[in-house]
């Protein structure tokens, strides 16, 4: 299939990986481009040496291009983000907040820079800032999110900008990616479904949380906070509700979810970890290649797409 976002990043397939906290390590974003896809680094809260160091195993894993994604929140942004321009990444995608201050730096380098963005009047901003693309993500999604779904922000988006729109939150088989290619965008970003894959590193705790989870299984903290975070219920996340409800203060809360994304994905702790994944995990029952899944769903969503297959045949 190809898009403006095939052509824009040089990849076989409008595949994109989400660039998660502790997950998107260098292995799974190598296998994603190895399958044709783009792969991407999670720079997160990782200081800036690792990163360099990420991206340089990457490197070696892959010809393929790949990307990094900057999280704003993080206090190292700012050197991450001279980092990918001294190692020469070719994408950037950024996540929960505004990147203006770097598009030049960014721009002026070649960088391509693809901004997430959860409403309208972000991706406008993005386009007048020189952003080569946006990602649209939903509120499906895992992790942090804003407040409207998939399915309103993504034709929404389509409307009001020029660059193309990759979809995010709430695909992972073919019919979710078609329905998005329907909406108008022009890639898809994914999320959880990677974290399944068996290139992914996490914990097989975690794996098994969103392979056995059902739809109805995950819950947003942090409403109260201005960061809302999805993530699969455990005690941890009730434990939060119940706070969050009290009105404890903003620290209190934070002692909670301290480190405790890295306690699920790195020594499976999915009682009082935190365990970030979409709504779509209850789609996911199996542990998959990432070349299978790519290559599973974009049958499939081509099979839709051409009108020579019907939304019964799932992969
Ligand atoms: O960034 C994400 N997903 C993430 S980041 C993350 S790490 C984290 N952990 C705990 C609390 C907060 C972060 C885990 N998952 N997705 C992209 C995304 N960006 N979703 C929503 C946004 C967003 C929200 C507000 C982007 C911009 C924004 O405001 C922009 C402004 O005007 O400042």
């Not at 800032?129 to 998939?150: F, K, L, N, P, W």
């Not at 201005?226 to 706070?243: A, D, F, Q, W």
């Not at 979810?257 to 009082?272: C, F, H, I, K």
Request: aromatic share 2%; net charge negative; charged share 25%.
């Amino acid at each position: 299939m190809k898009t403006r976002i095939t052509e824009l990043l040089g990849i076989e397939t409008p595949i994109i990986q989400g660039g998660m906290a502790w997950v998107a390590e260098h292995q799974l974003a190598a296998a994603v481009s190895n399958a044709g896809g783009l792969g991407i680094i999670g720079a997160a809260s990782a200081p800036a040496d690792v990163v360099r160091s990420e991206i340089r195993k990457c490197k070696e894993l892959t010809d393929k291009p790949f990307g990094v994604n900057i999280m704003l929140l993080n206090p190292n942004a700012d050197e991450v983000a001279q980092i990918v321009v001294e190692e020469k990444v070719k994408v950037v995608t950024t996540g929960a907040g505004n990147p203006s201050k770097y598009m030049d730096l960014w721009k002026a380098n070649g960088v391509i820079v693809i901004p997430v963005v959860a409403s309208v009047a972000l991706a406008k901003m993005m386009e007048r800032a020189g952003a080569d693309a946006v990602v649209a993500e939903g509120m499906e999604s895992g992790g942090h999110i804003g407040a409207t779904t998939s399915f309103a922000l993504i034709p929404q988006v389509v409307d009001a900008v020029s660059i193309p729109v990759i979809a995010a939150g709430g695909m992972a088989d073919g019919r979710g990616v078609a329905a998005a290619m329907m909406l108008g965008a022009e890639g898809v970003q994914m999320g959880t479904r990677f974290v399944a894959s068996k290139e992914s590193i996490v914990h097989a705790n975690y794996k098994e949380k969103i392979l056995k989870a059902k739809d109805i299984d995950s819950t947003v903290t942090g409403n109260s906070t201005g960061h809302p975070v999805r993530c699969i219920r455990n005690k941890m996340t009730n434990e939060y509700s119940r706070l969050e409800k009290e009105g404890v203060d903003f620290m209190e809360l934070e002692k909670l979810t301290l480190g405790s994304l890295r306690r699920a994905v790195m020594e499976g702790d999915v009682v009082s970890g935190t365990i970030m994944a979409g709504q779509i995990a209850g789609l996911i029952k199996e542990e998959k290649s990432c070349q299978e899944i790519i290559s599973e769903i974009m049958e499939q969503a081509e099979g839709l797409l051409s009108g020579k297959s019907d939304c019964g045949e799932k992969k």
